[in-house]
């Protein structure tokens, strides 16, 4: 087994020498490796509510006269006289002897007034005339009159953000008397 053990060691050393080899200066024999680490930023998007806009609507009133032609019926009583005396009796200037020869038993005559076209006999009961007028109604229609559209758009600008960000750098001191030659960084 010691052999197999050698052989393994040997076998082992043969690759790290092959590794070292594979270098350009064979004399450098890599002991591990440091990262060098830097910040980046990054960068988020969060939505923030900034203001808000309210729409409403409300009614104003106005009054308006509008103009109507308004129909309204009147009596008038006209009446006609045959004779002066008449006139005189039934206007009410008379004296005392004129109400008695006036008035007689036999009076058979009737009256008759003419309403809308029609005659109408006047006696011991009253007549109902029917006087009618226009009044006016009123009632609202509504129409549009404006049509409004509420849109709301997005706009997209840049802007910049100062961030101040770190990064490693590798700092090497040196004490003492070490003889190497100055060896730059090696890309591999």
Do not use: F
């Not at 790290?16 to 002991?31: A, F, H």
């Not at 005659?119 to 049509?147: M, W």
Request: hydrophobic share 30%.
């Amino acid at each position: 087994m010691t052999t197999d053990h050698t052989k393994n060691l040997y076998q082992d050393d043969l690759e790290n020498q092959k590794n070292t080899l594979n270098d350009e200066n064979s004399n450098i024999v890599n002991v591990g490796h440091l990262e060098l680490l830097e910040e980046r930023p990054v960068i988020n998007k969060e939505r923030l509510d900034v203001g808000k806009v309210t729409v409403t609507k409300h009614a104003r009133t106005k009054t308006i006269d509008v103009p109507i032609e308004l129909v309204e019926e009147y009596i008038t009583i006209r009446t006609e006289y045959h004779d002066a005396e008449s006139q005189d009796l039934l206007s009410g200037h008379y004296d005392e002897k004129d109400i008695l020869r006036h008035v007689e038993p036999s009076l058979d005559s009737k009256a008759v007034v003419t309403v809308n076209g029609k005659q109408i006999e006047i006696g011991n009961d009253p007549i109902e005339i029917v006087l009618s007028r226009q009044v006016a109604t009123i009632t609202k229609d509504t129409y549009a009159v404006q049509e409004i559209e509420v849109n709301k758009s997005t706009h997209i600008h840049t802007d910049s953000i100062s961030v101040e960000l770190k990064h490693e750098e590798l700092d090497v001191t040196e004490e003492g008397y070490l003889a190497h030659e100055t060896n730059t960084t090696q890309s591999k």
